[in-house]
């Protein structure tokens, strides 16, 4: 999880996607730790939703993600937009 009340966390949560993209690149199938299988292409946009999530955190506006809406994301969501807008 992002915690952007730590100094160099964006950054290494970006270091983080760049190498998860680069792994996902050498399967066919992620099998996550949380989360449900899912093929290259859902990995992809996954990745996908998680930058805009962080670039938006990054410019200090609020992210447009639907994952946010789930029972388990809503604390962590509003605890960083809390660390960033304050």
Do not use: C
Not at 11 to 22: T, V
Request: glycine content about 6%; overall charge negative; hydrophobic content about 45%.
């Amino acid at each position: 999880m992002l915690d952007p009340g730590r100094p160099g966390q964006f950054d290494a949560y970006e270091a983080a996607l760049d190498r998860l993209e680069e792994a996902v690149q050498h399967v066919d199938v992620v099998v996550p730790g949380h989360g449900a299988v899912a093929d290259r292409a859902e990995v992809a946009a996954r990745l996908a939703a998680d930058r805009a999530y962080v670039d938006a955190l990054r410019r200090r506006q609020e992210p447009v993600d639907v994952r946010m809406e789930q029972d388990w994301m809503m604390g962590p969501h509003q605890r960083n937009l809390q660390v960033v807008f304050d």
